[in-house]
């Protein structure tokens, strides 16, 4: 009965604020674990954070993982709290479209900064404190939240972004064999979700979304919840390296 159980695990959910971080966040809490959420507005933070507190355990350290003294003293925090960390997840990101003759090198960098050297940088981080959760059957979980975009090429020009999130899914092939056997890293790839860096795109393009996608809908918070309360249960401790897309159908029958 307890395959499937995060029950007293203790996790982080950065970018936990809002869109499918505070989905993730919210299904943890509710499942039992103790939950750390980060994200860039401290304000916002604590005030989910304090919402989520009526449902269970959870608590807000704001940050802005962009670089890499944030994620150490993130990780720092984490490391002063609790003595082992059972799940990473490294949701937090940025995205950003312009056309191809403007867009710069800000542009490239923003979202490379925090989509691919946030993820690297707090996993190092917080190795020492994810390998003490580590049991012999129950290895501890890093989840990279990357993106269907970087599986094909997006109707946007978000380039940074498709590219980051590819190299999130490299990364994360990348990382589990470096951090095996005391912690499996594994990616979701989510496709249309309701969230505030998806709005633009479901503004443009939500029903032809819809209309085309196999399933023929948007992805729901329980959708997100499910995949990640497994890959965080024992139920998914022989899984790692590997990229779970999460978008009914788009990325891998179209």
């Given at each position: 009965?307890?395959?499937?159980?995060?029950?007293?695990?203790?996790?982080?959910?950065?970018?936990?604020?809002?869109?499918?971080?505070?989905?993730?966040?919210?299904?943890?809490?509710?499942?039992?674990?103790?939950?750390?959420?980060?994200?860039?507005?401290?304000?916002?933070?604590?005030?989910?954070?304090?919402?989520?507190?009526?449902?269970?355990s959870c608590e807000a350290i704001p940050a802005n993982l962009s670089t890499e003294d944030a994620c150490r003293t993130l990780a720092g925090q984490i490391a002063e709290r609790e003595p082992a960390l059972h799940i990473l997840v490294n949701n937090a990101g940025a995205t950003w479209g312009t056309p191809l003759d403007e867009f710069d090198d800000a542009a490239f960098s923003k979202v490379i900064d925090i989509n691919v050297k946030g993820v690297f940088h707090l996993t190092k981080f917080l190795r020492p404190t994810l390998e003490a959760a580590a049991g012999d059957d129950d290895p501890a979980r890093v989840?990279?939240?990357?993106?269907?975009?970087?599986?094909?090429?997006?109707?946007?020009?978000?380039?940074?972004?498709?590219?980051?999130?590819?190299?999130?899914?490299?990364?994360?092939?990348?990382?589990?064999?470096?951090?095996?056997?005391?912690?499996?890293?594994?990616?979701?790839?989510?496709?249309?979700?309701?969230?505030?860096?998806?709005?633009?795109?479901?503004?443009?393009?939500?029903?032809?979304?819809?209309q085309t996608a196999p399933m023929r809908r948007i992805g729901r918070p329980d959708d997100m919840v499910g995949v990640t309360r497994y890959l965080a249960s024992r139920a998914a401790s022989y899984v790692t390296g590997v990229v779970i897309p999460v978008d009914g159908g788009i990325a891998t029958t179209l």
């Open positions: 009965m307890d395959l499937f159980s995060i029950e007293g695990k203790v996790a982080l959910v950065t970018g936990g604020s809002s869109g499918i971080g505070e989905m993730i966040a919210r299904g943890f809490v509710e499942a039992g674990a103790r939950v750390y959420i980060s994200s860039r507005k401290a304000d916002v933070c604590e005030k989910v954070a304090a919402e989520l507190s009526t449902i269970g989840i990279n939240i990357g993106s269907i975009d970087g599986l094909h090429v997006p109707a946007m020009e978000t380039y940074s972004y498709s590219a980051s999130k590819a190299a999130v899914h490299h990364l994360t092939r990348h990382l589990a064999k470096r951090l095996a056997p005391k912690v499996t890293v594994n990616a979701v790839a989510p496709g249309p979700f309701q969230s505030k860096m998806m709005r633009a795109t479901l503004e443009a393009f939500g029903d032809q979304i819809e």
